[in-house]
């Protein structure tokens, strides 16, 4: 499985995001371009500890029984559930967005594992730096996939 911790495996999804403008379309979703840019950039927040979100404790027992289930799978869903912290709706500019997402990814393959500062995920709960690395490109790669790149 490709890791942003690898920096031929980083490189692409870079290349995959600069092939993304302004006008590029989903093939599903409601979110446009620039509103999935910045939406990728919050996992990423949370993995490096740049942003904090509460945990529910219901949500992290569901969190759990799921967890090696989605990690095991291909990839996600088209239209999978978002946590609320992460939905854009308002207008986004789509070069400052691009811009910070690519930075975000390259930090990946920069400093490698110790670009995760938290050991817990909100709904998944206690998550090695692997399985970090994993979410995040398969997250990225979900909505790459959805613009079509």
């Not at 600069?18 to 950039?41: F, R, T, Y």
């Not at 509460?54 to 029984?65: E, H, R, V």
């Not at 088209?78 to 912290?85: E, I, L, Y």
């Amino acid at each position: 499985m490709e890791s942003l911790f690898d920096k031929s495996d980083n490189d692409a999804i870079i290349q995959r995001i600069h092939s993304l403008n302004s006008d590029s379309k989903p093939l599903w979703g409601k979110m446009n371009v620039a509103q999935m840019l910045s939406h990728c950039q919050a996992p990423l927040d949370v993995a490096t500890g740049d942003l904090q979100l509460k945990s529910n404790f219901i949500l992290q027992l569901i969190g759990k029984l799921y967890k090696k289930k989605i990690l095991a799978a291909p990839g996600f869903k088209k239209n999978s559930p978002t946590a609320p912290d992460f939905l854009r709706n308002n207008p986004v500019d789509f070069e400052q967005a691009k811009s910070e997402l690519i930075a975000k990814v390259l930090k990946f393959s920069t400093l490698g594992p110790k670009v995760i500062a938290n050991s817990k995920h909100p709904f998944f709960g206690e998550m090695t730096h692997e399985e970090w690395d994993l979410l995040q490109w398969k997250h990225l790669n979900h909505h790459l996939n959805q613009f079509g790149v």
